[in-house]
């Protein structure tokens, strides 16, 4: 069965360290990957996307990877802020061939940047 | 700007009841979609519609049914609630299908409480 797998465990990392957060796949064949951020209680935010034919996209101090042999994609936040403290969300298009297809997330990595 | 805006925000039902949920789109955004999630679970696609058809289909329930109207709003509408509906749910728009290639504007939700 298709999987989107992230650490859901909970990341811990001190104010102005990088964090580098992980989504691995199975099962799918994504001509893209997207990467959204959620506060508690609030919609999610998109922040990226990286196309397949695309190994790095960037946009100020966020950077995504998207390695298409190891189905795995690297999201990383540089010189990291308290405000950065969030749930990021992996999300890959399943492809139905409907056209406006869902999303399918993967459950999140939740981020604690410490002062 | 302008964003998606969803109605109501808050949300009581009791079970077996009826609920109907409301969602307007991003001005000029013809394409919406309607993400279920649960307490410390990552959103679930349910439905979406591109110029007011339907497009793709998730996880809804039977019970449920939406529709677009010609101004592109959205309505879901949930019957016979159960105690395990009660969640956040989300609506999305975007502008046209691309294959699904492209970012997804989240609304703020209304949670749903069933009791």
């Known amino acids: 069965s298709q999987k989107i797998e992230q650490n859901s465990e909970a990341l811990n990392i001190q104010e102005g360290k990088t964090a580098t957060l992980t989504c691995n796949y199975t099962n799918y064949s994504p001509a893209y990957l997207q990467w959204y951020r959620q506060d508690p209680g609030r919609g999610p935010v998109f922040l990226l996307l990286?196309?397949?034919?695309?190994k790095e996209k960037r946009k100020e101090r966020l950077k995504v990877t998207f390695d298409t042999t190891l189905k795995q994609s690297l999201f990383h936040i540089t010189a990291s802020q308290p405000a950065d403290s969030a749930t990021y969300l992996c999300a890959l298009d399943p492809f139905r061939g409907g056209g406006a297809d869902g999303l399918t997330f993967g459950k999140g990595t939740h981020l604690i940047i410490q002062p | 700007a302008a964003g998606v805006i969803q109605s109501p925000r808050h949300l009581i039902k009791e079970k077996r009841e009826t609920a109907t949920l409301k969602c307007y789109p991003i001005?000029?955004?013809?394409?919406v979609y309607w993400y279920q999630q649960g307490p410390g679970q990552d959103p679930q696609f349910l439905i979406s519609?591109?110029?007011?058809?339907?497009?793709d289909k998730g996880s809804i329930p039977d019970r449920f049914s939406a529709q677009q109207f010609s101004d592109y709003h959205s309505e879901l509408n949930m019957s016979s609630l159960e105690l395990g509906d009660s969640a956040l749910y989300f609506c999305?728009?975007?502008?046209?299908?691309?294959?699904?290639?492209?970012?997804?504007?989240f609304g703020p939700g209304t949670r749903l409480t069933v009791l």
């Open positions: 519609f591109y110029e007011k058809m339907q497009s």
């Open positions: 001005p000029r955004h013809d394409t």
């Open positions: 990286i196309r397949e034919n695309e």
């Open positions: 999305a728009s975007s502008l046209g299908t691309s294959g699904g290639a492209g970012e997804q504007f």
